[in-house]
């Protein structure tokens, strides 16, 4: 039997998308009438927008009255996804811009970005871990990085690009050596954890998954993926020994399924399109000054002694993360997870910041 009386709705915090959800005709344009009273401007870039995450991400982003201007930028065909997306009749403009051949292109689309989003970079394929995507995508997120650093320093930046893990210790080590680094304004997009466990969840205890939340903590690999089973609302979702296990490791191996099933073509992009875009409309009404705007995100963080970056649940505030709000109470065995985690986090963001040292 389903559960009523929900105590949390993730459309709701999905919006303004709910209508959309629910099957109403009116969305977008009724809904976005509706939307609050701030008529801020937010300007959003998306670094690799052609790719199997930037254009269903990018989609997304257009359909929201959240976004006033969105620019597409990618090493190529990016011209074509924005001309394609411009014709879609929701108000936001948008703009393509291509890197390969237009050497103005980074400078152009990232002046003025209040958020920025980079899934750029290559996915995994069966049989590779994140870790190994660490060669090519460590530099890819540099030298991005760099460039907001030159261009938008003020920007809340978003990293999908793995293994973020270490990419977003990159970044920061990338804003320290411009003298713009702001903690509180980089974020690895930790989402699609959270998505993927509210829908574990749900099946298993066949509940609506827009009623659960389920934390995820420590960071975005393997066994750093660590959900926070006690702590899920609604409370009273008991499992036993043997459910939390499965689902547990159903979770922390959620990438590999969808990397196998795809058989060599890429790994999650629809899914990861939808959490990151739910992450980006966060940022977008934090920046507009809406209160509450609640987060799980990778962030430089003194929540684990011995650790610079570490997820757990944040409020975001027009700045940023306003307010690290920790881990909760973990059961022994949650934190015995935690504790588990801590040498290949540690080692994961030593690698980024002896990269960025190396190549500075
Ligand atoms: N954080 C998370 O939960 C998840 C992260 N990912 C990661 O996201 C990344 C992207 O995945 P997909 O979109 O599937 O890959 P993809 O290969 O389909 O797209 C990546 C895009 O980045 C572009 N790109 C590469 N270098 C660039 C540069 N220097 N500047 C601008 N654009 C550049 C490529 O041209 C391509 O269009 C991968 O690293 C993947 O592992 C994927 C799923 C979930
Ligand atoms: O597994 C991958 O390579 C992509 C990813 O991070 C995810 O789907 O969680």
């Known amino acids: 039997m389903r559960r009523s009386a929900p105590s949390v709705n993730r459309l709701a915090a999905f919006q303004p998308f709910p209508t959309f959800a629910r099957g109403n ?54 011209l074509g996804v924005a001309a394609d997306l411009s014709h879609i009749d ?15 292109a980074l400078e152009q689309s990232l002046t003025g970005s209040h958020i920025v989003i980079i899934p750029a970079g290559v996915p995994r394929k069966p049989g590779m871990s994140r870790d190994d995507l660490f060669n090519i995508n ?7 990085v760099t460039a907001c650093a030159c261009f938008c320093p003020k ?15 990159i970044a920061a080590e990338v804003m320290k050596l411009s003298n713009v680094y702001d903690p509180k304004k980089i974020f690895g997009i930790t989402s699609l954890d959270l998505v993927r466990s509210n829908t574990f969840v ?34 009273g979702i008991c ?5 939390a296990a499965k689902l ?3 979770i922390q191996e959620a990438g590999t399924e969808v990397v196998k099933a795809k058989a060599g073509t890429g790994s999650a992009t629809l899914s990861m399109a939808y959490a990151a875009a739910r992450f980006t409309f966060s940022l977008c009404k934090a920046l507009k000054g809406e209160p509450n705007i609640y987060e799980w995100a990778y962030v430089a963080s003194n929540i684990v002694d011995c650790l610079s970056h570490f997820s757990s649940k944040l409020l975001i505030g027009k700045d940023g993360v306003a307010e690290n709000l920790g881990n909760g109470d973990l059961t022994k065995k949650e934190q015995e997870m935690v504790n588990n985690a801590l040498e290949d986090l540690q080692k994961s963001i030593e690698k980024g910041v002896e990269f960025v040292k190396k190549s500075a």
């Open 90 to 104: 929701t108000t936001s403009t948008v703009k393509g811009f291509t890197t390969e051949k237009d050497e103005k």
């Open 155 to 169: 920007a809340l930046i978003g990293v999908i690009s793995n293994p973020i893990n270490s990419t977003v210790p």
């Open 25 to 78: 005709d009116e969305w977008p344009r009724g809904h976005a009438r509706n939307y609050g009273s701030s008529d801020t401007c937010v300007q959003v870039t998306v670094l690799g927008a052609s790719g199997g995450i930037g254009q269903p991400l990018s989609l997304l982003l257009k359909l929201s009255p959240l976004v006033s201007k969105l620019h597409l930028v990618d090493i190529k065909h990016t």
């Open 239 to 243: 499992f036993t020994d043997d459910e």
């Open 138 to 144: 460590a530099s890819v997120v540099r030298d991005l």
């Open 248 to 250: 547990i490791h159903r």
């Open 202 to 235: 749900a099946e298993l205890k066949n509940l609506d998954p827009a009623d659960i939340e389920v934390p995820v903590i420590g960071g975005h690999a393997g066994k750093t993926i660590i959900p926070v089973l006690s702590q899920i609302k609604p409370s």
